[in-house]
């Protein structure tokens, strides 16, 4: 069963910030967040991940709240093209598949 | 480019037929994994490979079967065992085993192979 909740679906305006939040309370401390997106037909593509530290890199950012029990993924400009399903996903770094839940899906509209 | 290819895009089969998707990685990644993907669902991991001639049954491994006797390749069998195999099949390839232990558990993922059963 996957270990985090996240809304079924969002939408967000072209240009604007997207974000989309995760709840993850029973996640333990050897556990890592990560973020994949998936566009229609295709496999998914990872993104992002983190264990404490909020972290960023070119696609989007992390923010991961103090008790590590939600994080938000942001796109700072979102555009048409990141219309998809985002998946939250937490792991264990020593051990554990990726196990993917339905994720959110997100609309870009113009 | 390196990446991961799936073949074939489409695929229909006969009831009572198995079918084989094909999975090639020239990414030099150990660990190898096949999802399953209904619509509108999350995905559910079917086998994995963490190294040649190794492989362990994933979530639903029920009427597929797979081989990893090269390491650039990981194969599944769809059986006619498998009571519903009208699904998107998705394959996956990461660095030593990262997907399942330590590593950035980056996963990548081909294409997908679409099959329907008639």
């Known amino acids: 069963d996957a270990k985090t909740t996240q809304p079924t679906s969002m939408d967000c305006a072209e240009g604007r910030a997207a974000n989309l939040p995760c709840n993850h309370s029973t996640i333990s401390g050897n556990e890592y967040v990560y973020w994949y997106r998936q566009i229609h037909s295709q496999g998914p593509q990872y993104i992002i991940h983190g264990l404490k530290n909020n972290e960023t890199n070119e696609m989007a950012s992390l923010i991961i709240t103090e008790d590590r029990k939600s994080s938000t993924l942001i796109l700072p400009h979102a555009t048409l093209r990141d219309t998809a399903v985002y998946y939250c996903i937490v792991r264990s770094g020593s051990q554990g598949n990726l196990i993917f839940g339905k994720g959110t899906k997100l609309s870009v509209k113009p | 480019d390196g990446g991961i290819t799936q073949s074939p895009k489409y695929l229909f089969r006969k009831e009572g037929q198995n079918v084989t998707l094909s999975c090639e990685q020239n990414l ?63 394959c996956a390839s990461s660095t030593s085993a990262s997907g399942l232990g330590v590593g950035t558990g980056e996963l990548f993922f081909g294409e997908g192979s679409r099959l329907t059963v008639l």
């Open chain 2, 28 to 90: 030099n990644h150990d660990a190898m994994y096949w999802y399953r993907q209904d619509p509108g669902q999350g995905l559910r991991l079917i086998y994995y490979s963490q190294i040649v001639n190794d492989f362990q049954k994933g979530d639903i491994a029920e009427g597929y079967s797979v081989s990893r006797e090269k390491k650039e390749s990981f194969p599944l069998t769809v059986t006619s065992a498998q009571k519903n195999p009208t699904a998107f099949y998705l």
